[in-house]
């Protein structure tokens, strides 16, 4: 299971369906809201997101249960008073669609799950450091 960073949140140019069975992403508007640590993963409930270079590997890598798709992303304007060099790598929306334990990529309820294959070419390819990797499933 994957914890990645929250470096920002869903832009005010997000489109959501509130559903009942919980909030459902339309349109994809991240804002970084902080300097964050140059993760390929990150989230803010209830999407995931893959820088576009990381992304592009999953899909040559053939691994299944997500799709990426076009995202708007911006950057708080109190990030760049605070450092006005800063920039953020391009991301894509990491729409997960499969199944966990069957899977490359899936959703255990909210949690992000990963296959040994995908957390392998993950951790080959992109920059993890401030994402918790927890053994999944839980004991209990």
């Not at 914890?3 to 869903?10: A, H, N, Q, T």
């Not at 999407?47 to 992303?73: K, N, P």
């Not at 990491?94 to 899977?103: C, E, K, S, W, Y």
């Not at 995908?118 to 990797?133: M, P, T, Y």
């Amino acid at each position: 299971m994957l914890e990645p960073e929250v470096p920002g949140g869903l832009g005010d140019r997000t489109e959501v369906d509130y559903l009942p069975e919980g909030m459902r992403v339309l349109k994809l508007h991240y804002e970084f809201a902080w300097r964050a640590e140059g993760d390929d993963l990150a989230t803010s409930h209830p999407v995931f997101i893959v820088s576009e270079r990381v992304g592009a590997v999953l899909v040559g890598e053939r691994l299944t249960g997500f799709r990426l798709a076009e995202m708007e992303q911006t950057v708080d304007e109190q990030v760049y008073e605070l450092d006005p060099t800063f920039t953020v790598q391009p991301f894509a929306w990491l729409q997960l669609t499969g199944a966990p334990g069957v899977d490359d990529f899936a959703l255990d309820d909210v949690e992000l799950v990963v296959s040994e294959r995908a957390l392998a070419v993950l951790r080959e390819h992109a920059q993890l450091s401030l994402c918790d990797i927890v053994p999944w499933p839980p004991a209990g």
